[in-house]
């Protein structure tokens, strides 16, 4: 998605992406809120610092996505992510936050027609 007018039709699959999240454990990983519902996340450790979610757009109106720094817990073991855990929203109670640490919140409206 770039600049302008996010229009699409019901049904159709559409892609945020973002370049440039950082490399710490709070900035590299943004929760994804579709209408302020937990959705999933995002995530661009790998692919140095270039995110992409893929969403379909649902239920025609007005809706809002909302994009937030989070830590994603999981299980390590000898260094290595085995797997996801639950994603722990950090927003707005991170320590570092509290200490200046600053992180970008996204907010996009998208419009959804039949």
């Not at 370049?19 to 140095?48: E, K, M, P, R």
Request: charged share 15%; glycine share 14%; hydrophobic share 40%.
């Amino acid at each position: 998605m770039g600049t302008g007018s996010y229009t699409f039709k019901e049904g159709q699959e559409f892609t945020v992406s973002i370049l440039g999240v950082g490399w710490t454990q709070l900035d590299n990983t943004l929760a994804v809120d579709y209408d302020n519902s937990y959705i999933g996340y995002g995530c661009g450790f790998h692919s140095n610092g270039y995110m992409a979610v893929h969403l379909t757009a649902t239920r025609t109106g007005i809706h809002i996505i909302d994009l937030y720094p989070l830590a994603v817990l999981g299980v390590a073991e000898r260094g290595h992510l085995l797997r996801h855990g639950a994603a722990a929203l950090r927003y707005h109670d991170d320590p570092g936050l509290a200490l200046g640490y600053q992180v970008p919140t996204i907010h996009l409206a998208i419009r959804i027609v039949k």
